[in-house]
């Protein structure tokens, strides 16, 4: 099984940290989570594992709103790893939103998407595994934090425009109260809308000396990390988180990948591909994980991989695997699901 980056996470000592000043004991979450307590000392987990420990202190908190405030407030800045530390000492809140999304890059399993527009600020949240259930609270803490980072880094309280969950995430006025904007938790995304104007208020905790000595460092292991992948995987990798917001085109793929149209194709025929080729693959891969998720209805399956109309997936998938979607997934659903040797390329969804 191939390894990637997100197969090994790293769990910040912050959170061991912010457990114990709630109360709560490293062992307890652990025996939750039903892992060994050398879990608590490992410097990295697996997928599985990280949500499992998420999922437990979940359980352990009680409300999932509840748990998810009092560990976004009580967390020391100083326990962050410098990828996330580097964004407190930015220069404004703008600045600070761009580094934690540039950086996150090195932090899977998740990618955050910036969108300013008119008056507003839009940060939609993206799991780059899809195909493992992720606890609703690491959902909840991850907004969370963006909205704590500009309140201290500004010293100020403010307060979002609008936030979207998936999922429902607990007590919904405790989510208001924190957030201070209401909350919807039925939505087809995860997203903290803020108010444009606050990106551009100043952070009291700038350190330009720190950044110095940060910026490149991290810039370096993205550039490294982002290297030790073959521009197939980085294409697919792309393609797969975009499918919500319709086909990818080559443009749109070699602009993320900062590259030219020309220079994409020429990376790719030397790699024996094609984007054309590449996006009938990623089509195909996350047709047959979103179908055996049985919670998925087939037109959402069909929307969620790019198409416009039910009509051209079912034409698709019938070149693909020979059967209509319904069929398939009555035969291989369950199966496909169960497999706990997954296919890498299946697994790194962005």
Not at 154 to 164: D, M, R
Not at 189 to 209: A, I
Not at 242 to 259: D, H, I, T, W, Y
Request: charged share 25%; glycine share 6%.
């Amino acid at each position: 099984m191939a390894t990637h980056s997100f197969d090994r996470l790293k769990m910040p000592l912050g959170f061991w940290e912010g457990l114990r000043q709630l109360g709560i004991a490293s062992h307890e979450v652990a025996r939750k989570a039903g892992l060994p307590l050398t879990i608590v000392t490992e410097p990295t987990v697996n997928i599985a594992q990280y949500y499992a420990i998420w999922q437990a202190y979940s359980d352990l908190a009680g409300d999932i709103a509840q748990g998810m405030i009092k560990l976004a407030t009580i967390y020391e800045v100083t326990k962050y790893p410098p990828t996330i530390l580097a964004t407190y000492h930015a220069r404004d809140y703008r600045d600070a939103l761009h580094r934690m999304a540039r950086y996150k890059q090195l932090c899977p399993p998740e990618r955050l998407r910036m969108i300013e527009d008119g008056e507003e600020c839009t940060i939609d949240l993206e799991w780059l595994v899809t195909d493992q259930s992720c606890p609703p609270l690491l959902v909840g803490i991850t907004l969370a934090f963006l909205l704590e980072l500009g309140r201290r880094g500004t010293g100020q309280h403010l307060i979002a425009s609008a936030v979207e969950f998936s999922q429902p995430m607990g007590d919904v006025q405790t989510l208001e109260a924190y957030f201070g904007c209401s909350i919807r938790t039925d939505a087809s995304r995860n997203r903290l809308t803020l108010h444009r104007k606050d990106l551009d208020r100043p952070f009291l905790t700038y350190n330009e000396e720190l950044l110095e000595i940060l910026t490149p460092a991290l810039d370096r292991t993205l550039h490294e990390r982002q290297g030790n992948r073959s521009v197939s995987e980085m294409v697919k990798w792309i393609m797969k988180r975009s499918f919500s917001a319709g086909r990818p085109n080559v443009q749109m793929v070699a602009k993320e990948l900062g590259m030219s149209d020309r220079t994409l194709q020429r990376r790719l025929t030397d790699e024996n591909t094609s984007f054309i080729h590449l996006l009938t693959q990623a089509r195909h891969e996350q047709a047959r994980m979103y179908l055996a998720d049985l919670s998925f209805d087939i037109k959402e399956v069909a929307f969620l991989i790019g198409y416009e109309d039910q009509n051209s997936f079912y034409r698709a998938f019938r070149a693909w695997e020979g059967d209509t979607p319904a069929n398939w997934r009555g035969e291989h659903a369950e199966g496909y699901a169960n497999v706990e040797d997954t296919p890498s390329d299946r697994r790194n969804i962005h």
